[in-house]
């Protein structure tokens, strides 16, 4: 028997605000989260230009042993997930009780690594180093702290899919719980946004340089943007099987009914219309619906020539140039490892509120961006469905279809 | 350092890294106990005592240390060594 599969608790931590009520606002107003960071000038960036997202205080929610595994992914995942699991009206004593899994994107734990190897220099001597450093370094580190914090009993497993992290770890949440392997997961995207992160990438020369308008820098789509600027935080979504949710009375803020999966099998770094023509198909496909059952598309836009070029190509191609298009990349930045799950986070919003939040930035199309409806500003707009592509380096690619919920 | 700044020092320094209340610290009180120390923790409170104390007790040194009492004892004696 295959179960649906909903959505009963969303949290969000981002450098567009550091809770939904304030996320909500900056969605509907077109706010930027990006600013100019000397750090990365002193540091040797090409581009300055950076989503800022401050450390968050956890002492007063969490135990010594509990914050000193924790470096920027679990710290800002411990927030987002913090808020999610308090809106899904759950807690630790109900894990430890009722299993519930957690699959978590994360695909770097730099800044940790980095400051336990300088300990290490410095010291010569690893004994010196500390209790904590190995449970920042691990790439699962969000899935350790949070699993341990919880008290969680399923299914445990770190999602590392470059920009599609996120996006894959929902969609393999669905999986789970549509088989009925899973009664509850909860899923999600941390990024991580220190120097350390970010600077191999920047070094690649893909990142906006307009250092004299951070809030025009990211401009996804726009014919004169000059490429992406990187971003980071946490955003968790709480899933589980709908008799889970009925029976526990809980609110539901959408039903996940289409995930599409695909890879190129073709260039590391560049986009591939093959490849995400298929995560858009199958996700379609799976969902068993017609373009005209999207009522918007979020797009993974991050405001690079090639990637953005691609994807309105794909989206034209798929599904053709009326459905309404923003990429909220324009405000936050690209999210990278988050993005997949945040993105989803705030098409939820937009679809509870009946809005889309602006492609800020969006001045002039190309020639693919004109085949598509990108919509530029705030717009009331009634959304029963959506569908949000995440597409990463290696060419992973997945496509995640979310309804209203209807019994 | 004599006994008295011994106490006061580790007071200070364990009380910050492990977070209790320093009255909590008191000589007869068992010292895994009251700064409520896992396996994990003695690694912490090796380099602690390596950076306020500068010395880096091992494993044997911890083996006779039940109380604070205990532990200022051992302190001493590492460094008088």
Redesign the interface.
Known sequence: MEHRVVITGIGIYSSIGESIPEVLTSLKEGKSGIIYDELRKEFGYRSCLTGFVKDPDLKPFLSRRERIGMHQPAMFAYMSTKEAVEMAGLDADFFENNETGIIFGNDSTAGAVVETIDKARQRKDTTLIGSGDIFQNMNCTVNMNLSTIYKLKGINLTMSAACASGSHSIGMGYLLIKQGLQERVICGGAQEINIYAMGSFDGLGTFSIRHDAPHKASRPFDRDRDGLVPSGGSATIIIESLESALKRNAKIYGEIVGYGFSSNGDHISNPNFDGQYRSLTMSMKQAGLTPNDIDYINAHATSTPVGDTTEAQVIAGVLGSKIPVSSTKSMTGHECWMAGASEVVYSLLMMQNDFIAPNINFENPDEDSSKINIVPEFREAKIDCFLSNSFGFGGTNSSLIIKKFKL | MNRAEIIETTKRFLSE???VDPNTIEPENNLQETL?L?S??Y??L??VI?ENLGF?PSAEDFKSVATFEDFYQMVEVKMAE
């Open positions: 890294e492990f977070e409520d896992s994990l923790d690694v912490d090796v380099i390596e880096k």
